[in-house]
């Protein structure tokens, strides 16, 4: 476990200065946050972030594919995610950028839904990925969405690429 531990805080010194020495794609207003939130700490308190500039740093594990109006951002260690919505045609998030790493920043929104709404919502996220929907998974109080609303990001390119 301390090994990849290690071995993760690498990866994200490495993309940090990549980010500070000017490397990767840059889009919208790129990156000027210093410290990044860990996913798993906006998501178990994101009352403490609501409305607030953050900076999150992950593996892209979903874009979108109509527009490339959002990318989810994965913690590779805990494997939990948070969406990225930035305004449609301001900035475009290309599938290729799929497994690369992102540092993303913009403010932390928190969207109440009801259960017909969050149905609503999620067979429609699920029709434009592609994937069929399972009514049955979401709760009947509904849920509360969370997201960053990007302003900018840098992607990394992986070593791979």
Do not use: H
Not at 29 to 56: C, F, H, Q
């Amino acid at each position: 476990m301390k090994r990849i531990a290690l071995i993760t805080l690498v990866i994200a010194m490495a993309a940090v200065s990549f980010v500070l020495a000017g490397d990767g794609d840059n889009y919208g207003d790129g990156v000027t946050i210093d410290a990044a939130v860990p996913v798993e700490t906006l998501l178990s308190s994101p009352d403490d972030y609501i409305g607030k500039a953050v900076r999150v740093d992950g593996v892209i594990t979903g874009v979108c594919k109509k527009r490339g109006c959002w990318m989810q951002i994965t913690d590779p260690d805990t494997g939990n995610g948070v969406r990225i919505k930035v305004d449609d045609g301001v900035i475009v998030f290309p599938p290729e950028i799929m497994g690369e790493t992102a540092i993303v920043e913009g403010t932390l929104e928190g969207i109440p839904l009801t259960y017909e709404q969050a149905c609503a919502y999620l067979e429609q996220e699920a029709s434009c990925q592609g994937e069929k929907f399972d009514k049955s998974a979401v709760p009947e109080g509904g849920i509360t969405f969370y997201r960053i609303k990007g302003t900018g990001a840098v992607i990394v390119p992986t070593a791979e690429s």
